[in-house]
């Protein structure tokens, strides 16, 4: 019989997934799936469901609804051990009393494998992580970062078909977490194994995922490569969610060619229909531009004007930060590199222009992915 991993194709896919505690919906018919090698990455609000859709797959949850299929075969009814899976939870949960190579071995230990065996792996393991010298340490000795990779070997020793992980970098300290991120896509990407993790914070999702899976309230909301949700958000909630993103209300005047006129309490404006059906007139609709490509130094290629007060300045590294304010009293932020950054003082007043298509209409509210 061929092994299935031999197959190309999916990893993991779950089929309208819902779960419930009591009568509270945690997970609400929720379709996704893993390809081969893909790193994806459930980012949300607290509450959302992420962390429940993480638990069913790993089998600690039982879905009431729908199917999960990992590697091609339905395992509602498997057990974790028998899932093909390993979970890197956000604690890293080490065994406190076991030495570094003992617990690397440890899912090894428990699938009986032989001993001889077993130490050949875990040498080998601790190699390719790089832990070698600490073979003989317990993880009160550890650092964060050197505690991360002896979970991640541990949970890769079995060599899973996935590996599911509940906030890897959370807690750690911020100074190590751009290494360990990095160190965390070079190693899906050298193992080729499928990755799936949770997290809250929107650039470990932007950093780590080949897909990002954006829930709320028990629902994705969108899913697609990280490029696409911050250029293209779908509905208001991501727009919302996603930072750098101003977002602005108002109801359908027209339908014009290549676009639909918005009209604002701030002004009417010109935004792109792209593949969406053109809403009627009148309907409430709702759009989005980023913060970097609001510019001051218009020209006849931004039709789209808005007069804004500068209210305050940010700098953040390289990065600059306006903070205006437009007529209603509301923000509007404007972000550029230190090169390229406008000369804007607070209270100096300033228009504001943006191109037409880089304005991003927004799916009617009820519209799920
Ligand atoms: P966070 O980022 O805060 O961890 P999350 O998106 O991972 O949030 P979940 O942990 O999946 O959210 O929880 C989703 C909802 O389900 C929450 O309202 C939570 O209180 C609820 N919930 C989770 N587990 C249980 C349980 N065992 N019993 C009752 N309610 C639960």
């Known amino acids: 019989m061929q092994d299935s991993r031999d197959q190309p194709g999916i990893d993991l896919e779950l089929k309208s997934v819902t779960k419930r505690f009591g009568t509270f919906v945690a997970v609400r018919s929720l379709s996704l799936s893993v390809a081969r090698g893909e790193f994806v990455c459930l980012l949300g609000p607290s509450g959302c469901g992420k962390t429940t859709t993480l638990r069913m797959i790993a089998g600690l949850e039982d879905p009431d609804e729908g199917e999960i299929r990992i590697g091609g075969g339905r395992v509602n009814d498997t057990p974790p051990w028998e899932r093909d899976v390993s ?26 494998h032989p001993k001889d065996q077993i130490r050949r792996r875990v040498e080998e393991t601790l190699a390719t992580f790089e832990i070698g010298e600490l073979a003989a340490r317990k993880p009160d000795t550890l650092s964060g970062g050197q505690k991360q990779r002896v979970a991640l070997a541990r949970a890769l020793i079995t060599q899973p078909r996935l590996l599911l992980l509940d906030e890897p970098i959370g807690s750690l300290d911020y100074s190590l977490r751009e290494a360990v991120m990095l160190e965390l896509k070079d190693v899906q990407r050298r193992l080729g194994i499928s990755f799936v993790c949770v997290t809250h914070d929107q650039n470990e999702a932007f950093s780590l995922g080949d897909k990002v899976v954006v829930m709320n309230q028990a629902e994705i909301e969108q899913m697609g490569a990280p490029e696409t949700i911050v250029e293209r958000p779908r509905t208001r909630f991501v727009a919302q969610f996603i930072q750098g993103n101003n977002l602005f209300d108002g109801a ?36 989005s531009m980023r913060a970097e490509l609001l510019t001051e130094r218009l020209g006849p290629e931004h039709p ?44 100096e007043q300033v228009t504001l222009g943006w191109r037409v298509e880089d304005g991003v209409l927004h799916a009617p509210a009820g519209i799920r992915a």
Do not use: W
């Open 87 to 112: 979970m890197m939870f956000q604690d890293f949960a080490l065994f406190p009393h076991m030495t570094v190579g003992k617990q690397v071995g440890f899912g090894l230990e428990m699938m009986k």
């Open 252 to 287: 359908v005047d027209s339908v014009a060619e290549g676009g639909v006129r918005v009209r604002t309490a701030v002004g009417d404006f010109l935004v792109p229909l792209r593949d969406t059906a053109p809403p009627p007139p009148g309907a409430s609709v709702s759009f």
């Open 304 to 347: 789209n004007r808005l007069p804004a007060t500068c209210h305050a300045v940010e700098y953040l590294g390289a990065l600059r930060r306006y903070d205006l304010r437009i007529s209603n009293g509301r923000s509007v932020k404007i972000e550029r590199f230190g090169a390229s950054a406008p000369r804007l003082a607070p209270g």
